[in-house]
């Protein structure tokens, strides 16, 4: 039997338990946290009025995803999974929210059931397309994500066996997405035209669309793989443990790109050390600064001298710069404005140097490490690695981030959200999808 009849089974085949639950009202917790801020305008984003006026949610599930997808990645704050190598949220929970708001009864179980199958299929697509899909410049949110999320859908919509076979080949024939696009406003736009793809997908295989339900998955594996795909890691082992368990979904304490934060650690504990030596944090006796990795490591963030703020979330320089200059990495020196001439003159001076005698990053994405190394005008240095487990690893308070943006809006209607966003019934669901679709 071919992968997509085996895959339309095994989608419904288990049912996640209240573990696996709580995981998922963390992602949706997150999820909002990184939506509202541009949904509120709090923080600009150019892109939005385009997507609006072109993509109208009016009358439109798609589109209303697109919009969702869109928003809750412009800041590039939202989760990580590192099966999937991408955001898997974004796409999934747009594609849900949106679908939830067209059927109208939706439990809170059934749709964070949903959620947790889209992460299981993000996670299980990522290890199935293997090692140089990523490498090969595509963005994995972007084309794994228009499958799992459209999984996820036909979960929610408990559609037949043999109409989810025809959304996930429908899925995966419109999948697509390339990192080049790193650096600008289309990279979000790839989260929002995954999740509408995802919808349309998934409906108009409801509305008896036929197309080929066996062989596609193979061949987007085969296609997409470049020799080194594992189909068999569709499958196997399912749900046990599920993949919004172990390894979990990361969330992010930073607004760039995650291939940055272990080096923004790294330089947040040469900032310290500095400060209890006695020495101030100005940059004046800093003369070079160089920063080394796996060979690879530096796919994502690849902007080595940023124009503006977006760029400089894939900047592995300007972040380093900023976490010594200022000891943290805040979204208002990641905006569309032009760069910060301090922050840009320090990371004028860091070097990238891989570091041959580690594994190619593309072998294990989860060895990483950034090792940040500072010469200063005396004739010392300091040095410190961070790894990527360790990163990963922190506890990020969720909840505390929802609450920070929401700071613009009345205490007791933050707080109301916040708790909405826990998902404790349907009625939470439902307002939360009123807020997001005005």
Same mark, same amino acid.
């Given at each position: ?18 573990? %696996?639950?709580?995981?998922?009202? @963390? ?88 959620? !947790? ?100 998955? %193979? ?51 040469? $900032?310290?050390? $500095? ?10 006796? !800093? ?48 905006? %569309? ?24 990053? %593309? *072998? ?11 010469? *200063? ?10 790894? $990527? ?30 708790? @909405? ?18």
């Amino acid at each position: 039997m071919s992968l997509t009849p085996l895959l339309a089974h095994t989608i419904f085949s288990l049912h996640p338990g209240e573990p %696996e639950r709580s995981n998922a009202r @963390d992602g949706v917790t997150d999820y909002f946290a990184c939506l509202f801020p541009v949904l509120h305008g709090s923080v600009i984003d150019s892109g939005l009025d385009a997507i609006f006026r072109v993509y109208p949610a009016e009358h439109s599930v798609e589109n209303l995803a697109l919009q969702l997808g869109y928003m809750s990645h412009s800041l590039d704050f939202d989760d990580y999974h590192v099966n999937f190598r991408g955001h898997p949220t974004t796409v999934v929970l747009s594609t849900l929210l949106a679908l939830s708001k067209e059927r109208g009864t939706v439990s809170a179980e059934g749709f964070l059931d949903a959620y !947790i199958v889209g992460v299981e299929l993000a996670g299980r697509l990522g290890k199935a397309i293997g090692t140089r899909h990523y490498s090969a410049g595509f963005h994995s949110t972007a084309t794994l994500g228009t499958i799992a999320a459209a999984g996820a859908a036909c979960r929610l919509m408990a559609l037949s066996q043999a109409d989810t076979q025809v959304a996930l080949g429908l899925a995966a024939t419109q999948a697509s997405g390339l990192r080049s696009q790193f650096g600008s406003a289309a990279k979000p736009l790839h989260a929002g035209l995954a999740a509408r793809s995802a919808v349309n997908s998934a409906l108009l295989a409801q509305a008896g669309f036929r197309a080929q339900s066996n062989g596609v998955l %193979e061949s987007f594996l085969q296609a997409l793989g470049f020799g080194v795909e594992q189909p068999q890691a569709l499958l196997s082992g399912w749900g046990q443990p599920w993949r919004i368990v172990e390894p979990g979904l990361e969330f992010k304490r930073y607004p760039t790109c995650g291939g940055t934060h272990s080096a923004a650690e790294a330089a947040f504990v040469l $900032r310290e050390q $500095r400060l209890a030596a006695g020495q101030d944090a100005s940059p004046d006796d !800093i003369e070079r600064i160089e920063v080394s990795f796996p060979p690879g490591a530096d796919t994502a963030p690849n902007i080595i001298a940023p124009k503006n703020g977006v760029e400089a979330r894939f900047s592995l320089e300007y972040v380093i710069a900023d976490a010594l200059i200022n000891g943290s990495v805040a979204l208002e020196n990641y905006s %569309e404005a032009p760069v910060k001439s301090a922050i840009a003159a320090l990371a004028a001076r860091v070097t990238r140097q891989p570091d041959l005698t580690a594994p190619a990053d %593309e *072998l294990d994405p989860d060895r990483r490490f950034h090792r940040v190394t500072l010469w *200063l005008r005396d004739g010392s240095t300091l040095s410190h690695c961070v790894t $990527r487990r360790t990163t990963a690893a922190a506890y990020t308070d969720v909840q505390a981030k929802l609450q920070r943006s929401l700071a613009a809006l009345p205490a007791s209607q933050a707080q109301s959200i916040i708790n @909405d966003a826990r998902l404790p019934d349907a009625a939470a669901l439902h307002r939360l999808i009123f807020l997001i679709s005005q």
